[in-house]
């Protein structure tokens, strides 16, 4: 087992991967930039290094930095967490060069990964169903227009370079084909540095279904049953739920056996989750993987009860994956709601303020994943994310019951935050129902004042 664990990020995953290397009996390392310095996460690790100013290419997204931090520690293994430098196959690859274990995978399937038009080749061989389109690379907006007339329309081109909604465009005439082909190449080239481009159906209405997968470097696999993520706005998520009110046990099975396909496929070791389009008919695409930790983890140590950190630290240090999370039965129902410190009266702008008074839900079933404390004054150079409220209940209706209650109970003044509005999806009847998929916040209307007396 490893001695010393760095975290390369902040904020609310930083401490959540101290808590496991604690209990790991692992010692633990911050980074943190000039804007962190008051932060838990700086609080609660073995050891804090300040790696430089508050700009995220200055502190969290610089490698040399990190490494010395490394170094002059002692650390013998670096956690990325999410965002910043976890998708980084150069981060990857330095960390191993340094003769640091990094916890997440080899720059090989980071990279195979990250191209989103050779992934899905990769899963198409593995046998995993892909979105109907183009095999590879446009070679410019004449293949997209013979493509796109050939199968039909609507379509949709995507940056390969790109993913969760970058350097995307719809397209359901012939007539937008080289615009959109030559507006998205523009902003892919611009963005990543790469304007390959590809093209597939386009699935209507989709629902967002992603699996958990977890590998061991024995060779084996499990999948810990999907996450529901539909309600997003503007590709970011804001509630996350598991199971998936429609996915029942044979579609979980066959959802599992294709994750498991997948990611045995690129012999992938740690936690991954494999994302798929799920259509009226209940038939699922690949869409892409993800190569790390997700926000949204918790729900599925909800229903697991596995610890999704601490096996992906065990997987990387060499451990087999422990028999109980084979074929697992998910228990109860779990839904996250991501408090973030924006105002959704204000087209959800940040609002980095001081925190004034701070109270947190408790009780049976309540899980509070956060940085955040009272006193504590919110940077304005980072994600406005300040902690994940998770409840856990028997069934659907009674964890949106409990969701209900601990809401009413939270207390955060000073920054608005995405509470209200998670209240008010709540009480939504078609959120109730289960019955939405990934344009309900396009036509949600959030009207603050509604169930309130005055
Ligand atoms: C699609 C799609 C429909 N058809 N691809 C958005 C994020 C990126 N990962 C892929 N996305 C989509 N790809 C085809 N062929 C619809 C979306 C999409 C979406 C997907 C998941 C969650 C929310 C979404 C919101 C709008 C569009």
Redesign the pocket.
Known sequence: MFKKVLIANRGEIALRIIRACHELGVKTVAVYSTADEYSLHVKFADEAVCIGPPAGKDSYLNIPRLIAAGEITNADAVHPGYGFLAESSQFSRICAENDFTFIGPTPYIIDAMGNKSQAKKTMKKAGVPV?P?GEGILSGPEEAQELADEMGYP??L?ASAG???RG?RFVDSPDGVERAYNTAFQEALSGFGNGDMYI?????N?R?IEVQILGDSHGNIVHLGERE??I?RR?QKLIEESPSPVVDETLRQKLGAAAIAGGKSVNYIGVGTI?F?LDKNNDF?F??MNTRIQVEHPITEMVTGADLIKQQILMHAGEKIPENLYNIKLQGHSIECRINAEDPNKGFIPSPLKIESYHMPGGKGVRIDSHAYAGYQIPTYYDSLLGKLIVHAKNRNRAINRMQRALEETIIEGPKTTIPYHQAIMANDQFKSGNFD??FLESFEFNPNEGEDE
């Open positions: 979105v389109g379509v949709m995507k993913g969760g909604g995307m597939e159906k386009f699935i209507e989709p967002h993520c539909s997003q590709h994302e389009l695409y869409m892409e990934t344009s």
